[in-house]
């Protein structure tokens, strides 16, 4: 998913998501498997509040008539790429959906987790105005930071385009204790050690 939104709390940003299906008891949603945002205030909002997996990213969606591009790029390679052809109308329509998030913090020793992460379920009442659907063609590239091509694509099923008015509510449901957790936590961020420009201008040892 690549959108643009205006919010009532963190101004107007632009970004993406990569979701799965997920299921927590009885309720069936999506999980958040990495998401990418172009501004500051609409990242540390969703990150601390929610325990969305946002990194700062730059993205786009560009519409002709039927046809349209998304984008999302990081670290000076362009992750996901969209093209759709929108001809099928459905109209307006009302809905509401549930995603899955995980609310973690490292220790402040840099040794595993602060406290057991927290499992948050959001629900989103979605009123959209206009609603089109069609093919589509997709790209997933990766980087050391971001293997977004490590994620397999079996098949591409069709393109939505949605405008529509959101509200979201969201709740903590549920624990994971926080040595099981640690290795997901590590795995949404990146990889530090790819960071460390220190040791890269080392002369070797002889």
């Not at 205006?6 to 958040?32: K, M």
């Not at 979605?126 to 977004?148: E, F, K, Y």
Request: proline content about 4%; charged content about 30%; glycine content about 12%.
């Amino acid at each position: 998913m690549v959108g643009r939104w205006e919010s009532n709390g963190v101004g107007d940003f632009a970004g993406g998501t990569i979701y799965v299906s997920a299921r927590h008891e009885d309720v069936v949603g999506e999980y958040q498997l990495a998401q990418f945002i172009d501004g500051d205030a609409p990242t540390i909002y969703g990150r601390e509040l929610f325990g969305e997996p946002k990194k700062i990213g730059a993205s786009g969606l560009r519409r002709r008539g039927d046809r349209f591009r998304a984008w999302i790029d990081r670290g000076g390679a362009r992750l996901v790429e969209l093209e759709g052809e929108m001809d099928r109308d459905r109209g307006p329509f009302e809905a509401a959906g549930h995603s899955f998030n995980f609310k973690s913090r490292p220790a402040a020793d840099g040794r595993g987790l602060e406290e057991d992460a927290i499992l948050t379920r959001m629900r989103t009442e979605i009123q959209a105005s206009v609603s089109l659907t069609g093919g589509a063609r997709m790209a997933l590239r990766g980087t050391v930071q971001d293997p977004l091509d490590e994620i397999p694509v079996r098949s591409l099923v069709r393109a939505s385009y949605l405008e529509a008015d959101l509200v979201a509510s969201c709740e903590a449901v549920a624990t994971t204790p926080a040595a099981v957790f640690a290795p997901y936590h590590h795995g949404r961020n990146d990889d530090w050690s790819a960071h460390d420009t220190e040791s890269a201008g080392l002369p070797e040892a002889g």
